[in-house]
């Protein structure tokens, strides 16, 4: 039996189609593969068969294999012979409660409920696997509807990228977390409960343990400024080194890897010096910071594509951003790159991010494009959202490659990647755990 499939747009994520959970199954599904790029950073294979039970990936197979050939007759075939086929990709930065921003932000904060606030998360993840990505870490909210959707996916109660959460991202009082900044002062108490924000070793080592208690599965911090926190503070550190080093030795107490935003190049050589996994945008960077990268096997999440959120705003609106935070919108945009510039022939090890958020879910792609214009390769940008971000995650037993035992997270797309990187923006097929999520012109036939 054979059959097509029509052609369906990434509106085609329906909500049925979405919310419906993933079946436990005993049957082969084999999906045949033009070329396949089964191992991030080493060349692609030719025609391929990837055969897949009960979610995972059973073996990989040369050549274009039928179900009799694995011992199941009945075994469902998707012919993708004419496509390209990788590992899910991996998002390692995005916030998928908003995609709000500026003075639009700041309305939103106090004019959405959580439960409002949970729809969004969950429109924002299906935007977000429609376009490839199979995994996301999401970096801070404040509500808790992102570790709420994080079980309600796992659970299979709703569909969307597997997410690894970090519940609220923390810092000083005045710092890029502090919710309040921006109101008038007697409206503090109202908006922020001060549980993310610490000032000295112990009250730091507190505010970790309170998102430990949240059940998050990773902390994320910042040392510096950030340019939307709402204060003309700068991008500099803002954060002592006994605070961060506490809140890095509390985190691995508990098991839990660390994320520190980072703009300026003290609050980067601080957080590298205590011990952070990742340096998320690290805008600004020096020798030092490169030394400490190589010496710690930190990673660099750059972030490049928040730029494409920046630009599209201010041409809505030019007035999107207050004057305070317009100033270092513009400085981001000026100086977007020119780390990642200096560190791919340094050999610091780079994890694809995005910050989702400031930008546009489901836009996630756009950042290959940044990486491979500030120097990477389409292959070394491919190896950060799959192998790299996978390890970053501590997920490596489980996806980034298409190898046995994995998770059968795949995507398919027309053209080669590795030639030009952009056909990542239009991906034409997305398999979760095995299930389809997203077609596009395809064929399937059941032998």
Known sequence: MRWTLPLLTLGSLTAAAADAPVPPTAEVTLVQAGRLLDRPGHAPRGPSTIVIRD??????????????????????????????????????????????????????AVQLSPATKAYNALANARKTLAAGFTTVRNLGDRDGVTLALRDAIRDGQVVGPNIVDAG?????????????????????????????????????????????????????????????????????????????????????LYGKKVAVHAHGADGVKLALAAGADSIEHGTVMDDECIELFRKSGAYYVPTLSTVNGYLERIAADPNA???????KVDWRIRVTGESLRKVVPRGVRIAFGTDAGVSK??????????????????????????????????????????????????????????????????????????????????????D
């Not at 004419?82 to 916030?95: A, K, Q, Y």
């Not at 919710?179 to 002062?185: E, V």
């Not at 000032?199 to 505010?207: E, F, H, L, N, Y």
């Open 55 to 108: 979610g995972r990936i059973a073996e990989v197979r040369e050549g274009y294999v039928a179900g009799p050939a694995v011992g199941a007759p009945a075994a469902s075939v998707i012919d993708l012979r004419d496509r390209f086929v990788l590992p899910g990709l991996i998002d390692s930065h995005v916030h998928l409660a908003s995609d709000a921003g500026g003075v639009a932000a700041q309305l939103e």
């Open 321 to 327: 951003y207050s004057p305070a935070v317009r100033a």
């Open 168 to 252: 609220t991202s923390i810092s000083t009082t005045s710092g890029h977390m502090d919710g309040a900044l921006g109101f008038r002062d007697d409206l503090r108490p109202a908006l922020d409960s001060h549980a993310n924000l610490c000032d000295g070793a112990d009250a730091c080592r507190q505010a970790v343990r309170r998102q430990i208690a949240r059940g998050v599965d990773v902390i994320k911090i910042a040392t510096t400024g950030g340019v939307n926190s709402r204060i003309g503070a700068g991008l500099g550190q803002q954060m002592f080194e006994d605070e961060a080093r506490a809140i890095v030795e509390t985190a691995r």
């Open 361 to 446: 879910h489901g836009r996630n792609a756009d950042e290959f494009e940044w990486m491979v214009k500030f120097g990477m390769t389409p292959s070394q940008a491919i190896e950060a959202a799959t192998v790299n971000a996978a390890d970053l995650l501590g997920l490596s037993a489980d996806v980034g490659s298409v190898e046995p035992g994995k998770r059968a997270d795949l995507v398919a797309v027309d053209g080669d990647p590795l030639e030009d990187v952009t056909v990542l923006k239009q991906v034409a097929w997305v398999m979760k755990d095995g299930v389809v999520r997203l077609k596009g012109r395809l064929a399937a036939t059941a």
